[in-house]
């Protein structure tokens, strides 16, 4: 596998063709000219701006709450939410660097549909990802993870298949997506100007995929709220219980 960003990419405005900034910056620099197979990953950021997605600074937190569906937990001013696209993430992924003065970011509104009209214009059999940076339960520190795509198969479902000692795999399911944003974000970095990367050597995950699938049905979300939220919501629900004659055996079922 092979990873390398595309040098020369300007500053994208409201209306660029993000296809043929990036075709025009590999025939003006002399990189290696896109190949069938090869997975195009570009940074959520100029897609915004490609599509006029910037809205006022001032307005930072209407934003956030134009982009909500549900929040999932506040610390300080930080509010982790469910946005329009199904991601949960801080802010609604409302987002302030590498954005001109005054203004901030929302994300795509169709990441996928996004991802699939770059990849029509680059011209060849290749994948898109789109991506975006978000911090993670659990761990510290962010990661970039695919948040649109096209062409690509974004999970790789190993469950009955055999491990090396030949038992059989009940739960892997291999987030591709993920991990190749991951990887294409330690060649582009955040500050390093260069918004687009491609990958080489793993062609054979092209075919039909979507970001969608990798976000979580909440049927199956174990951790819908935070910490706090949730035991004020089954404070409150104990307290809804206990006034409507139940037992402290209802309240804590709830």
């Known amino acids: 596998m092979l990873i390398w960003a595309i040098d020369g990419i ?32 570009v940074t959520s ?3 915004s701006k490609a599509e006029g997605r910037a809205v006022a600074a001032t307005d930072r937190e209407d934003a956030i709450t134009s982009q909500t569906v549900r929040v999932v937990a506040t610390r300080g001013g930080t509010r982790i939410v469910e946005n329009l ?10 987002d302030a660097s590498n954005t001109p003065e005054g203004m901030v970011l929302l994300l795509p509104e169709d990441p996928d549909a996004s991802a699939e009209k770059i990849r029509k214009a ?10 975006d ?12 993870i695919a ?10 479902d190993l469950r009955g298949t055999a491990d090396g000692n030949g ?7 291999t987030s591709i997506g993920d991990e190749i944003a991951g990887a294409a974000d330690l060649v582009t970095g955040k500050a390093n100007r260069l918004p687009v990367a491609v990958v080489r050597g793993l062609g054979h995950y092209l075919g039909e995929g979507s970001a969608r699938e990798l976000i979580r049905p909440a049927s199956e979300d174990m951790f819908r709220l935070g910490t706090d939220e949730a035991w004020n919501e089954g404070f409150d629900a104990g307290l809804r219980a206990g006034r409507n004659g139940g037992d402290a055996g209802q309240a804590s079922s709830l």
Do not use: H, M, S, Y
């Open 167 to 173: 038992r059989t795999l009940e739960a892997a399911i």
């Open 10 to 41: 300007p500053e994208v405005t409201a209306g660029d063709d993000i296809a043929a900034l990036t075709l025009a910056a590999i025939e003006a620099g002399g990189g290696e000219a896109l190949e069938d197979g090869d997975i195009v990953v």
């Open 122 to 131: 680059l011209g060849k059999n290749v994948g898109v990802i789109i991506t």
């Open 133 to 144: 940076t978000i911090g993670r339960p659990w761990r510290q520190g962010q990661a970039d």
């Open 147 to 156: 948040i649109g795509a096209a062409g690509i198969r974004v999970l790789e």
């Open 45 to 47: 950021k100029i897609v």
């Open 85 to 94: 696209q199904g991601l949960v993430l801080a802010a609604a992924g409302v």
